[in-house]
């Protein structure tokens, strides 16, 4: 079992950053893949970056690439998520995830967070 927990959502104006963390605790694995959801009101889940955690390779999606940026520290079994160039668009809850592969299919992932808010003002 893996619990996963995502934290530093919040409000910030277009243009603007933030940086999202998704800690992990329970039985971990070191070959997993740890994904970025998100799904704004009324819209379908989706996939924003996965990272391979023993490897490091990566794969983000067209919307986000050269603005938001994932990477670990495996000291401290976490997941960032580095967002910057924010825009209203962006608005949705950010859900972490873990699965066996990088990739952007939601239902290829076994563990998710609770989720985190991230509101961006035009």
């Known amino acids: 079992q893996v619990q996963l927990v995502e934290s530093g959502g919040g409000l910030v104006q277009a243009g603007g950053s933030l940086r999202l963390s998704c800690a992990a605790s329970?039985?971990?694995?070191?070959?997993?893949?740890v994904g970025w959801f998100r799904q704004a009101p009324g819209k379908e889940r989706e996939f924003v970056v996965a990272?391979?955690?023993?490897?490091?390779?990566?794969f983000y999606a067209d919307s986000v690439k050269g603005r938001f940026t994932i990477y670990r520290d495996n000291a401290k079994n976490t997941v960032y998520l580095q967002m910057n160039s924010l825009r209203p668009e962006d608005t949705a809850v950010y859900y972490c995830?873990?699965?066996?592969?990088?990739?952007?299919?939601?239902?290829?992932?076994?563990?998710w967070g609770q989720g985190t808010q991230v509101t961006v003002s035009s």
């Open positions: 329970g039985r971990t694995f070191s070959s997993y893949a």
């Open positions: 995830a873990v699965g066996g592969n990088v990739v952007p299919d939601p239902d290829e992932y076994d563990y």
């Open positions: 990272i391979n955690w023993s490897g490091g390779s990566t």
